[in-house]
């Protein structure tokens, strides 16, 4: 039987068994009771696999163009969230 590639997020599910702290687990439980933690941990896991992605993807632009040097993360906020401090806004 050959074993089928999926995405995150993809294809059947499957049982796990991981170890988690006692404070975390009571924490997740307060959040999302008993029977949200699968879908919680599912959708934490696929978040953190799409910063993986993203760090992996800046070092590569990194290595290929150097850092960013402060002059364009400033020019990009400015474009981002306009040329003053008070247009700036805040959620």
Do not use: C, W
Request: proline share 3%.
């Amino acid at each position: 039987m050959s074993e089928h590639a999926y995405g995150p997020g993809e294809g059947p599910t499957k049982s796990v068994s991981v170890s988690v702290h006692e404070g975390t687990i009571a924490a997740l439980r307060s959040r999302v009771g008993k029977r949200g933690i699968s879908a919680y941990v599912e959708a934490a896991i696929q978040r953190q696999i799409e910063r993986d992605q993203l760090d992996e993807l800046i070092a590569a632009n990194e290595e290929m163009h150097g850092p960013l040097t402060q002059e364009e993360i400033d020019a990009a906020e400015r474009e981002m969230f306009g040329g003053g401090q008070g247009d700036r806004v805040v959620a």
